[in-house]
């Protein structure tokens, strides 16, 4: 998977344990039982902060807990799968929103992979900017401009390889969408698939 790194994984709420009241625009936190989640629980908030206002909605439909059909595409088309989750939340009282991608373990490597990113309005240009994050390979992408547009969103940078790189979430749906990973090396005007995962949102066991 070391090729995918910046190629893919956004991003990511340590959406974990400890519990934290919050009202949106003031957040009153509550020390974690253990001091090593502190952080854990002053990142974490219920919404979107006021202040987006519509523009909240954009990613809040993502908010949760995703399982991931992984799917790497090569460049003679052979597809190679691996399975994971996917943890999307608000944190800084609403202003931010935070991906975790996870990565199960596979073939030779017993640790699983992580990436995040952090994604934010720029009430200027009207777009959503964001930050990638591959910790393991200290690597770091920072896509410019994300739109919005109908059913999908689409976020591009061309800091990964000197290449230009879309993301895309499409199809989104209460219980499922399509994350692509595509590569273009011609300014553009075409565009090669690298990647495409299937999202299923997560739900918990019923009770035994």
Do not use: C
């Not at 989104?172 to 553009?188: C, K, L, Q, T």
């Amino acid at each position: 998977m070391k090729n995918r790194t910046l190629t893919r994984r956004s991003a990511a709420a340590l959406l974990a344990s400890g519990v934290l009241s919050v009202s949106l625009g003031a957040a009153a936190v509550a020390p974690a039982a253990d001091p090593r989640l502190d952080l854990v629980s002053a990142l974490k908030a219920m919404g979107p902060h006021p202040s987006l206002g519509d523009q909240g909605q954009v990613f809040d439909r993502l908010i949760g807990t995703w399982d991931v059909d992984y799917a790497d595409i090569s460049t003679d088309g052979t597809v190679t799968r691996h399975t994971g989750k996917l943890v999307v939340g608000w944190v800084m009282d609403g202003r931010v929103i935070q991906d975790l991608w996870i990565v199960d373990p596979y073939g030779f490597r017993q640790e699983r992979e992580v990436y995040t990113d952090l994604r934010y309005f720029d009430a200027k240009t009207k777009t959503w900017p964001a930050t990638f994050i591959d910790p393991e390979h200290v690597s770091v992408a920072r896509f410019t401009a994300g739109t919005a547009d109908g059913n999908g969103i689409v976020l591009n940078t061309p800091d990964i390889g000197g290449a230009d790189t879309r993301w895309s979430f499409n199809d989104i749906g209460p219980a499922s969408f399509v994350f692509r990973d595509e590569v273009s090396h011609d300014g553009g005007r075409t565009w090669r698939l690298r990647g495409e995962d299937h999202m299923t949102r997560h739900s918990a066991s019923p009770a035994g």
